[in-house]
């Protein structure tokens, strides 16, 4: 690959809701650009892009993968990434990689919840936006309608490119409106001058003097149209759509026109900031800076580590420092991705991506680069996930190689969350779905051949008490010789919610001895870890010792910390001691049609809600609800939605379960107990 000037460079991530043909269109443009001298076809098992051994079964895009295409001159990355919420992470971690969002939106389907989500990020991330209506050969398919769809949400700046000639079975190209040289046909004479219009009239309003003009002649130079859109887009106030049946590889060359022409290079789109202040230019002469944003472990390749290059070159068998982490490492062969098949080269410079085997400490979200001075750009903030299990061994001798099996996965995949729960003591696992968890549950039993039970996890309940009590308990043994002797009075006192735990002395007189206090309170704290109730720890409570009595020969630290043990024990079961459980805060966003199953739903979960309101043509349900009715939420959710809702979730607070709710915790947790006894 012969070295292209940065301002001939493309980096474009290809994004949209599950299935809406972002591989088909990846897969017509590697072979449009003759990266691939056929058709790679998903449904057929030999996309170049969907080529993992799971993707082929589910036929669909689970990991993004990177390409690189000459055309015309220019060289364009493009990153194919999953539309399924399984795997946003990897959509996340491209759109910090690349310059431009092509998204793919299904003629049929329309936006999808997948889009929008995309939609807001790339924003954020500062891309620049363009649309594919796709899948126009589609019976049922209508471009017009999906157009008009698409300008209801994201506004009238919202202007196509490229117009379909005929359409569904009878598509047989598209007109590019770009094209001034050639006359369109006259089947769509008609759709081409008013989208022209339209086009003009965008453009206009990027531009004062560009607006008058237009106003006194009525139209504009082909040039002052490609220089007016190229500041709208750059701006957010225009964003094209493109039309394409790519199945058919139509409307493919056109995209890839019209894209080197209004998309960013990496040197138009400028600077990324750094986190002390200052930003670093995409200069090909400054030292080397790159951000590491993904790491690939696949069926092909084996482990990459996922580079951008911000400025600077870097090269093979070379050095680079890791800012983030203070270390040094070794490059050895420098790749260019390539799918499955990634090539090696000399160098790559800014705005390229580029891949390295066998990094040793380098992680993701870590800055990179030639030493000299510190370079450290933000690290991306990946969304949290929203499912978890509980992960058991079913052969003993499993559980060494699971959970570090695990924690390695987790390291590559920053969506993935794996850790022991301090309370239930569980194997956690955390995802984004319970299909990624399955896809990565899976690798590792197919890897490490270990056997593996997914369960639904433990709550951490906890327990406290809901009136003060008074509490005693006498600790006294005459076993042969040595005596143990110790008495402690105490009170209970409940604390507001969040404010744990408190011990206070109040003993007058030396009833029991300064020197056996702490004794006292160890004593107490051991009774905290396993409440009267349930056997779940307690919290929010004040246990005040106030009397007690001793022995000069038989007490000792022993002695009073089971008399600490037994009083507050007394004193909690006359205390009305209840049980709390975690409530979750969670936002769902669906299409109107689903209010009420949504909010029925919750309500039958025992959630509040707390308000309803309008987002970009969508509702958004805010509520309540307990932990222990949300494990399954991202399953029941595209169940109810047929995949057309989203939601998230974070831990909001304890709160006390209600009276019929105890008795069946209580009586569960007694089970286990005696399951395990
Ligand atoms: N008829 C027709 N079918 C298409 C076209 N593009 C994609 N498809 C089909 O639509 C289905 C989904 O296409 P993909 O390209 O896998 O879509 P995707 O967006 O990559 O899907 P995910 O990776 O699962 O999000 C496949 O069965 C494709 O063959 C098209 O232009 N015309
Ligand atoms: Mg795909």
Aim: glycine residues 10%; proline residues 5%; hydrophobic residues 40%.
């Amino acid at each position: 690959m012969s070295k292209v000037p940065v301002d001939k460079i493309r980096n474009i991530v290809v994004v949209g809701h599950a299935k809406s043909g972002k591989t088909t269109l990846v897969d017509a443009i590697l072979h449009l650009t003759k990266v691939n001298d056929r058709l790679g076809l998903v449904d057929q098992g030999n996309s170049a892009s969907d080529f993992n051994k799971d993707e082929i079964a589910r036929q669909t895009t689970i990991w993004a993968k990177s390409f690189h295409c000459p055309f015309n001159d220019h060289m364009i990355f493009l990153t194919d990434t999953p539309g399924a919420d399984d795997f946003v992470g990897d959509v996340y971690s491209t759109m910090r990689a690349t310059d431009s969002a092509l998204f793919a939106i299904d003629a049929i389907q329309g936006i999808g919840i997948g889009t929008r989500r995309s939609w807001k990020h790339a924003e954020e991330a500062g891309l620049t936006r363009f649309i594919t209506i796709s899948r126009l050969d589609k019976e049922h398919a209508d471009f017009y309608e999906c157009l008009e769809k698409i300008r209801n949400v994201w506004g009238q700046g919202v202007i196509p490119l490229s117009l379909p000639i005929g359409s569904q079975a009878d598509i047989k190209g598209v007109y590019n409106l770009l094209d001034f040289d050639s006359a369109p046909p006259a089947e769509i004479a008609d759709q081409v001058t008013e989208w022209r219009e339209a086009l003009m009239e965008a453009v206009a309003e990027s531009d004062d003097a560009m607006m008058e003009k237009y106003f006194e002649e009525g139209t504009l130079t082909p040039e002052e149209i490609k220089t007016g859109l190229e500041a709208s887009i750059k701006s957010g106030r225009c964003t094209p759509v493109f039309a394409t049946a790519a199945l058919q590889e139509l409307g493919i060359s056109e995209i890839l026109n019209d894209l080197i022409l209004l998309s960013p290079s990496p040197a138009a789109r400028g600077g990324f900031e750094l986190v002390k202040g200052g930003r670093i230019e995409p200069d090909p002469a400054a030292p080397f800076t790159g951000f590491v944003y993904k790491t690939v472990v696949d069926d092909f390749v084996g482990q990459l580590t996922m580079i951008r290059v911000l400025s600077g070159t870097i090269k093979g068998d070379s050095e680079f420092y890791n800012f983030t982490q203070g270390s040094k490492e070794r490059v050895g062969a420098l790749l260019s991705p390539q799918g499955k098949t990634p090539e090696k080269v000399e160098s790559a410079g800014p705005g390229e991506i580029v891949a390295i085997a066998k990094l040793k400490s380098t992680k993701v979200n870590d800055t990179i680069g030639d030493a000299g001075q510190e370079r450290i750009v933000a690290p991306i903030v990946f969304p949290n996930p929203n499912i978890s299990f509980a992960v058991y061994s079913t052969r003993q001798g499993d559980e060494e190689k699971i959970s570090t099996g695990l924690s390695r996965m987790a390291d590559e995949d920053p969506t993935l969350r794996v850790a022991r729960h301090d309370e239930t003591r569980e194997l956690l696992i955390s995802g984004m779905g319970d299909v990624h968890i399955d896809v990565m549950v899976t690798r590792l039993k197919e890897k490490s051949g270990v056997e593996i039970e997914l369960r639904t996890p433990l709550v951490p309940y906890k327990e406290t008490i809901t009136v003060s009590s008074e509490g005693h308990y006498r600790h006294k043994k005459q076993s042969g010789g040595h005596g143990q002797f110790g008495e402690v009075y105490c009170r209970l006192e409940p604390k507001p919610r969040g404010e744990g735990f408190e011990f206070a002395d109040e003993i007058f007189g030396g009833s029991i001895p300064r020197n056996y206090v702490p004794a006292v309170e160890k004593g107490v704290m051991e009774a905290l870890e396993k409440g009267a109730v349930a056997g779940y720890p307690v919290v929010d409570v004040k246990v005040v010792v106030y009397d007690g009595s001793y022995h000069a020969v038989d007490s000792s630290e022993m002695a009073f910390k089971i008399a600490g043990r037994g009083a507050f024990r007394d004193a909690m079961e006359k205390a009305k001691p209840g049980l709390l459980e975690p409530i979750m805060t969670v936002a769902v966003t669906v299409p109107d049609e689903f209010m009420g199953d949504i909010t029925g739903d919750l309500n039958s979960k025992r959630g509040r809600i707390q308000g309803m309101e309008p987002q970009e043509g969508l509702q958004v349900i805010r509520a309540q609800v307990p932990m222990a009715e949300m494990f399954r939420y991202a399953t029941e959710l595209r169940s109810i939605t047929g995949g057309r809702g989203s939601f998230e979730m974070t831990f909001s607070h304890y709160e006390e379960v209600p009276g019929n709710v105890v008795q069946k915790i209580a009586a569960e947790a007694k089970a286990r107990e005696e399951a395990e006894a």
